[in-house]
């Protein structure tokens, strides 16, 4: 199994541009986490879903961000207008069953300029 | 608000050494408390730890849980370079899937 796989690993945009980050998930690990890294604020649970179905989102920063998963192999994370503080790293991360590790994704580095 | 406290926040050690990393944490419902290890990319799960007093180990890598000071402690003995990470503490509540973690430890083994 590949692990958990993020697209892409970089990302440099302007201000104001909308961001799609990409997840997928390990096959058969029905829950799904998008985190925040930064210096200042460490690293942050955004969301997470189980089963495809949103649980907690209380993470979620504003209305810029929102995330979806249309099946249980494939989650995106959307920022949309981007701003300057939004630059951070976000991972993906999954689970098998709500009581074990998570498996963390490489990340995607966000620039927004 | 569930917090994780984690300390040193930083630590430099010579290569040999042995290092001891803490955490404390205030949950409502705990579950379970986990160590990871984060180099230059993903965190890394190291250890869970769920019951008070049980050593888990793992190579020159161990760690104990005390559900009743609230705190968990990761020993590394003979520090290698390789062991240069930072080291996250992350709590887990018996309600939901949410895990909080604290700031993290930046440990520095120099040769």
């Known amino acids: 199994d590949a692990g958990v796989i993020q697209s892409p690993r970089h990302e440099v945009t302007e201000m104001g541009q909308e961001v799609t980050l990409r997840c997928k998930p390990i096959?058969?690990?029905?829950?799904l986490f998008w985190y925040r890294q930064t210096m200042m604020r460490g690293l942050e649970l955004l969301i997470y879903f189980n089963n495809n179905v949103p649980i907690d989102d209380s993470g979620m920063p504003e209305d810029r961000f929102s995330a979806k998963m249309p099946n249980a192999s494939f989650s995106t994370l959307k920022i949309q207008p981007s701003e300057p503080r939004d630059s951070a790293v976000y991972f993906c991360?999954?689970?098998?069953?709500?009581?074990?590790?998570?498996?963390f994704g490489p990340g995607t580095r966000l620039t927004v300029l | 608000e569930d917090k994780v406290v984690q300390s040193p926040l930083s630590l430099v050690v010579h290569e040999g050494d042995t290092v001891t990393l803490n955490c404390s944490y205030e949950?409502?419902?705990?579950?379970?408390l986990l160590w990871y290890k984060q180099e230059k990319k993903a965190p890394t799960f190291l250890f869970m730890l769920?019951?008070?007093?049980i050593e888990k180990k793992s190579g020159r890598l161990s760690s104990i849980l005390d559900k009743k000071e609230l705190f968990s402690i990761l020993n590394i003995t003979a520090t290698q370079t390789g062991d240069s990470a930072i080291y996250l503490c992350a709590v887990g509540e018996t309600s939901g899937s949410r895990l909080t973690f604290g700031e993290g430890t930046q440990l520095t083994v120099n040769p």
């Open positions: 949950v409502t419902n705990f579950r379970s």
């Open positions: 096959s058969g690990h029905d829950y």
């Open positions: 769920t019951s008070s007093g």
């Open positions: 991360a999954a689970s098998q069953g709500d009581r074990s590790r998570q498996f």
